[in-house]
């Protein structure tokens, strides 16, 4: 069976070209292709298929060669990379951690990526209507825009705070490099005091001492304990040594954040914040207004810049004295800490979340790439340059953290420090300790900027693109219009997060929005692309994009490998959570359960939306509803007629017969039924067209059925009319002739 595709103006239209039987068991072949071009296709269904060619309407692309790989390497290397990677691996064992590290990229980071850009790029849609794949899971197209939208809204507060110090930094004197500030506290010290091993230990003898004094409080007051003032005195020496306030602590929480006690008391808007927030969702919006026209070229700064900063700090950082030392206590491997499970856990969470699976971003940027674009070339590339990232970010960040152990005489492991803190506070403070302190702090946050803006362009695009796919005729010609609203609709739910309490709710949403959604939407992701859309076919939807077939490692990868793996991240991350904290700030009821909801707005989707896709199916049993939603959609497939074409030549009968039950809104098992029966009271003459125009031979028209019986109507046709017959070269019944 072979088909032949024209595209009108408003349908492309699919032919069966194959040659068909007449009644006599002889072949006839369709002798006119003029003929077929002016056939219009049946409202009843025929095999004349009707697909939507919404799709097919010039949609962007990216306009240069690198785009799309710049493009993805500035979302994958985000803030995770400068201030979480080092951390984890100074703490999980040094350079021991790489080795789970790359374990778990090769079994889940490579092959996810690679499947979520492939089957961007095959149907060239976001991450919605890519759903056609199976539409019964539409819901997890949701939930990843859900969740890029919530990350999106906290996303920007950090470049907020960032703006904020970048200007701080243009000052003579760095605000957070002394003390005598109206924000600090008589406890503001610009040196962290040193305690060493032996005031530890004796500190300690002391606090226990005094402990057990006062549990014994009777006795204690009717001793001749003389020394007690001693005690006394050597505690408050302690308190002074070890109740200080570093100047960079008080500068961010006292002046950049002015945090109130907790998230019961909210306190007032921040207006510098309040500006750099602006400030912030401008930007956003000059470089997304035009989509990935205008993205596409903003990205050759923001994606190269990072890199050229970490190389200019890191040689200024390899010359400090003291760097050497930081460099060791990064990558010295500590092997018997590969026996901790809790090691393994955190670099399968780690891969998980630096790639940037199950947000959505990357198949919307790849969506905009050509058909033939290399996708497993791109697949390859970015997950390894962004890992390499991580390890090369740790070397800037405890090579100057080396320096600073050095300058003030703290052990690394006091300071070292992960999240805001470590960008925020520890690295400012070191960068303080510079000559030229001013230049140094100005390109570090110029680098946060550039990293935080192409992760917020990913997230951003995503829920941009979702929408204008879903809904083109009403959203595709407004796109800057569509993307100023939304920017305004982010920008105004970032508001309480500019309160001096706001802190406290970029805790929650931080803690529960992508903390165990997006392994459930990757696991499911995986599973029905794998197992139910079907992996070989998966497999030859790439081959027709790159021109030959992927090896098998993919294959176990997607089917067995990865998924197991996707749920070993869920569970570990799900045993190891608790109770959103900040600091030794405990929240109360209301406000986790808060974060719990938030957390599951992105998973509830999967299931209503599902529930509600089988309830607007008008026939079929439950299981025949079920059996449809699952099998792809009539319209699904690549963009571009000669892509489709190639397409659907490559199906198995398996697959041809799915994808013609599909344009018969059925279920394959009800289409094989109904065709069975139906195959001896349908007429399978060649096409002919002729020009009716009479109500009455309008009503002929509507009996004849191209050639082939491939589609089926869904009722039994009526028996072809003796018109019909003699038009295809039949006698008619009771012929003399």
Request: with cysteine; aromatic share 14%.
């Amino acid at each position: 069976m072979t088909y032949q595709m024209k595209q009108d103006d408003e349908k492309i239209v699919v032919f069966d070209t194959t040659p068909t039987v007449a009644a006599s068991g002889t072949a006839v072949d369709d002798d006119t292709d003029a003929k077929k071009q002016d056939l219009e296709p049946s409202e009843a269904g025929s095999s004349v298929t009707s697909i939507e060619s919404d799709d097919l309407k010039e949609r962007e692309n990216w306009t240069g060669r690198l785009d799309f790989l710049l493009s993805c390497i500035g979302f994958a290397v985000g803030l995770g990379n400068i201030w979480r990677f080092p951390y984890l691996c100074y703490k999980s064992g040094g350079g021991a951690f790489l080795v789970p590290y790359i374990i778990f990229l090769i079994l889940c980071g490579l092959p996810l990526f690679f499947m979520e850009i492939s089957y961007g790029q095959f149907a060239s849609l976001s991450p919605i209507t890519v759903w056609r794949i199976s539409p019964l899971f539409k819901g997890i197209g949701y939930g990843m825009v859900i969740i890029s939208g919530i990350v999106c809204v906290y996303y920007n507060i950090i470049i907020t705070w960032t703006f904020y110090y970048l200007f701080m930094s243009m000052r003579k004197v760095l605000p957070w490099s002394v003390c005598g500030q109206s924000w600090n506290s008589p406890d503001c010290v610009v040196e962290r005091p040193v305690i060493n091993e032996t005031e530890a230990l004796e500190t300690t003898s002391l606090f226990e001492n005094a402990t057990f004094a006062l549990d014994n409080s009777t006795s204690f007051a009717n001793s001749s304990f003389v020394n007690s003032s001693v005690i006394v005195g050597n505690m408050s020496a302690l308190v002074n040594k070890t109740m200080f306030s570093p100047a960079s602590q008080e500068f961010w929480e006292n002046n950049v954040l002015e945090k109130t006690s907790g998230i019961e008391d909210f306190g007032g808007i921040r207006w510098p914040l309040f500006g750099c927030l602006v400030l912030a969702w401008t930007i956003v919006f000059l470089c997304l207004c035009k989509g990935v026209k205008s993205s596409g070229k903003v990205v050759y700064v923001t994606a190269t810049f990072p890199y050229l900063v970490l190389l200019i700090l890191l040689v200024r950082g390899v010359t400090l004295p003291g760097a050497a030392e930081g460099i060791k206590f990064y990558l010295i491997p500590r092997w018997e800490k590969l026996a901790t499970f809790k090691v393994w856990g955190d670099a399968a969470v780690q891969i998980f979340y630096s790639v940037g699976m199950a947000w959505g971003s990357l198949i919307t940027m790849a969506s905009y790439n050509k058909f033939s674009n290399n996708v497993q070339r791109d697949a390859l590339i970015v997950p390894i340059l962004n890992c390499s990232t991580s390890i090369f970010a740790g070397l800037v960040i405890f090579s100057v953290l080396g320096f600073m152990s050095h300058t003030t005489g703290v052990p690394i492991d006091k300071v070292v420090t992960q999240g805001p803190g470590l960008t925020f506070v520890v690295y400012p403070e070191a960068v303080a300790k510079m000559p030229l302190s001013q230049l140094w702090a100005i390109l570090f946050f110029l680098m946060i900027f550039t990293i935080g803006l192409d992760s917020q362009f990913g997230m951003f695009e995503t829920m941009t693109s979702a929408f204008i796919d879903e809904y083109p005729q009403l959203l595709r010609k407004k796109k800057i219009l569509f993307t100023a609203f939304m920017c305004f609709i982010e920008f105004v739910l970032g508001i309480p997060i500019v309160f001096q309490g706001g802190a406290y709710l970029l805790q929650i949403m931080d803690w529960y929005c992508a903390t165990f959604s997006l392994m459930l939407l990757s696991f499911s992701e995986c599973m029905v692309i794998s197992w139910i859309y079907g992996v070989d076919r998966f497999l030859k939807d790439i081959e027709l994009m790159i021109g030959y077939k992927p090896s098998v490692f993919w294959k176990i990868m997607w089917k067995f490998v990865t998924p197991a793996v996707v749920l070993f991240i869920w569970l570990f991350s799900v045993s190891q959570l608790e109770p959103v904290t900040y600091g030794d700030y405990e929240y109360p009821t209301w406000a986790i359960t808060f974060g719990w909801l938030l957390g599951l707005c992105s998973i509830i989707p999967v299931p209503i939306l599902a529930i509600h896709a089988i309830y607007k199916e008008e026939t079929g049993t439950l299981f025949q509803r079920i059996r449809k939603l699952v099998e792809p959609a009539a319209n699904w497939g690549p963009s571009q007629m000669e892509d489709k074409m190639r397409y659907i030549e490559s199906m198995t009968s398996f697959e041809r017969e799915r994808f013609e039950a599909a344009q018969q809104n059925v279920d394959r098992q009800r289409y094989l039924v109904m065709r069975n029966m139906n195959s001896s009271a349908i007429y399978k003459g060649p096409v002919t067209t002729i020009n009716l125009d009479t109500a009455e031979e309008s009503a002929v028209r509507e009996q004849m059925l191209p050639a082939g019986a491939a589609n089926y109507p869904f009722s039994a046709p009526t028996e072809p009319s003796h018109l019909t017959n003699l038009l295809n070269g039949e006698k008619p019944p009771n012929s003399i002739c």
